[in-house]
């Protein structure tokens, strides 16, 4: 089993930055990729980054160059540092991570709103 608690979230004003934090606790060994999901209202939920194992990572095409997808080992955290936030980043965030069994968790969410 795996618990994840997101924080960070906000209001930012267009251009702004936030980082996103998920603390990671339980069976930790089992990660084996960790991601960042966003569901806006009345949208699908959907992947904005996501690190494997191995350190590569793939991004959303609609942040790519804005967003950072990071992990701390020692600290079992899991960081999404974003920048030039726009509008339309506008969404719930959350965390999710696979398992080498390919069982996912999530965490809760945390509301993220980027308005003037």
């Known amino acids: 089993q795996v618990q994840l608690v997101e924080s960070g979230g906000g209001l930012v004003q267009p251009g702004g930055s936030l980082k996103l934090s998920c603390a990671a606790s339980?069976?930790?060994?089992?990660?084996?990729?960790m991601a960042w999901y966003r569901q806006a209202p009345g949208k699908q939920r959907e992947l904005v980054a996501r690190l494997i194992g191995g350190g590569s990572t793939n991004y959303a095409d609609s942040v790519k160059g804005r967003f950072t997808i990071s992990r701390d080992y020692t600290m079992n955290m899991i960081y999404l540092q974003m920048n030039r936030l726009k509008y339309e980043d506008t969404a719930v965030y959350f965390c999710?991570?696979?398992?080498?069994?390919?069982?996912?968790?999530w965490g809760q969410g945390t509301q993220v709103t980027v308005s003037s």
């Open positions: 339980g069976t930790i060994s089992s990660i084996f990729t």
């Open positions: 999710n991570v696979a398992t080498s069994t390919l069982t996912e968790y």
